[in-house]
């Protein structure tokens, strides 16, 4: 009865998919879920012959694992999980396993460990990304937890996970909520790199008036180069897709207001407490919003102008620039959520080590690129590098195409299309390599009103002075 080496509670999409994933590396799977008719179809369509074994009852589903226990909770992130913590708990005992494989908040996943610890229970607070096909094929996972309980489930883990050559993409990266504070910082990465490819393409599309077609075979292109990465992959197919219905580009039918399930903003809220800055993570959450306000939008488009004349740029020279500019604001991208990882870990205990997260966001995620194996490699020398800008061969690279990513900035401005990313990141990078910032008259400014009191180059002290005498 009980020969079950794992269990699954949740049975939408990813708890589906990664249901299938463990049962095709020979585990034995029991998969329950709340509401009945899940459960049902999923058996009678998905599961074919693979060695899974259904519950419609909590004991029952309990009962059909090996102890200790190990299961994996794939239900809807916030109170959802607490629920089903809340009503698995009676029927567990010490040493048994929950896994949240949800995107809960790394506060969350601390309090609910801290909780069931009480009754000896572990709980992994697991990241998972790669989406739908992540999970049937192989994601990229990023446990944090009680390391001897990640012990017992590495084996299931590792099975599972995306693979780089034999090396499969999860590691242990330490206690308490630090799965998902990882989890949650590769989100605001990818809201930032999103944000970015969406601001070349405006620029070929409004602006050059490329066909989406055209726009593609940019991209295909890209992907063999240093932009090489699964966001620039998808983009260069979601670009020819034709709408069934009426035969033309699909991504011209798109309504342009973006949604967002708060991982983005939970980067930069917490960014904010550790006062780590991340202008291009928290410019791609402000166009998402700003996209949302579409009916205001266009309102102020017949109000609102832009500049009278337009600056021209012949077209093969402007897929250059992009591509200078796309692969600068990334490298700013990552080098701004690594940033709040290193700083999360000193303040938080975390001890992550960076390298490794590169190394397991190398395949199975959304953010996976082959940028990843660099920014691996400059950690691995120094894990305690300030920003990753500052590594040889990211320096480099930023120096070699700034010059394209200036022109981009120049000429978005002087056509007035919008490029929050792609200039916030260029701000980003000319404010971290400023020795000296205007940051004085901030301070004279706050002596002035506040008396706050300033410091001086020259002198040891703080001073203060009467600026109206
Ligand atoms: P359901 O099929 O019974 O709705 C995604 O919504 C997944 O989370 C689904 O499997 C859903 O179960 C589950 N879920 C959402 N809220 C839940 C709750 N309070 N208790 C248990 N499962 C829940």
Not at 33 to 47: A, D, G, H, P, S
Not at 60 to 72: A, C, M
Not at 267 to 296: C, F, G, H, M, Y
Request: glycine letters at 8%; hydrophobic letters at 45%; aromatic letters at 8%.
């Amino acid at each position: 009865m009980n020969d079950c080496d794992i269990g699954v509670y949740g049975l939408a999409v990813m708890g589906q998919n990664l249901a299938l994933n463990i049962a095709d590396h020979d585990f034995n799977v029991a998969v329950y879920n709340r509401t009945t008719l899940r459960i049902k179809t999923f058996m009678q369509e998905e599961v074919a012959d693979r060695s899974v074994k259904a519950a419609y009852e909590l004991p029952e589903f309990v009962n059909l694992l090996r102890t200790p226990r190990i299961i994996l909770v794939m239900v809807k992130a916030g109170f959802a999980i607490d629920a089903v913590i809340d009503d698995l708990k009676p029927y567990l005992q010490a040493g048994d396993i929950i896994i949240d494989g949800g995107n809960s908040h790394y506060r969350d996943s601390e309090r609910r460990a801290e909780l069931l610890s009480e009754h000896e229970i572990h709980y992994i607070g697991m990241g998972v990304s790669g989406g739908e096909d992540g999970a049937r094929l192989g994601p990229s996972l990023m446990p944090g937890g009680p390391l001897e309980a990640y012990q017992r489930v590495e084996a299931i883990l590792k099975a599972i996970a995306a693979k780089v050559g034999n090396e499969p993409c999860v590691a242990y990266l330490g206690p308490h909520g630090v799965g998902h504070y990882v989890k949650m910082v590769h989100n605001g990465i990818e809201y930032a790199i999103m944000q970015a490819i969406a601001e070349v393409y405006d620029l070929m599309r409004r602006d050059a008036g490329m066909t989406p077609q055209q726009i593609s075979e940019v991209f295909r292109r890209w992907n063999k180069g240093p932009l090489s990465s699964f966001l620039i992959e998808i983009t260069g197919h979601l670009l020819t897709h034709t709408a069934a219905d009426t035969g033309e580009p699909l991504i011209d039918l798109i309504l342009d207001r973006a949604q967002q399930k708060g991982t983005g903003k939970w980067t930069i809220q917490d960014a904010l407490d550790i006062a780590v800055p991340v202008p291009t993570i928290s410019a791609a959450v402000d166009a998402r919003v700003i996209s949302s306000l579409k009916e205001a939008r266009e309102k102020a488009s017949s109000i609102l102008q832009g500049p009278l004349a337009g600056f021209e740029m012949e077209q093969d020279k402007l897929v250059k620039v992009l591509e200078q500019a796309l692969l600068a604001t990334m490298i700013c991208s990552y080098a701004q959520g690594f940033d709040v990882l290193r700083v999360a870990s000193q303040g938080y205990d975390y001890h992550l080590d960076l390298s490794q997260v590169a190394r397991i966001w190398r395949a199975g995620c959304i953010i996976r690129a082959d940028m990843l194996n660099m920014i691996s490699d400059a950690f691995a020398m120094h894990n305690n590098l300030p920003n990753l800008m500052l590594a040889p061969h990211f320096a480099q690279s930023l120096q070699d195409i700034q010059s394209g990513w200036r022109e981009v900035v120049q000429l978005a401005v002087q056509n007035g299309i919008p490029v929050p990313a792609i200039s916030s990141a260029l701000a980003y990078y000319d404010s971290y390599r400023s020795a000296r910032l205007p940051a004085n008259l901030i301070q004279a400014q706050r002596d002035y009103f506040g008396a706050h009191t300033y410091e001086r180059i020259d002198r040891e002290g703080q001073f203060h002075t009467l600026w109206e005498q």
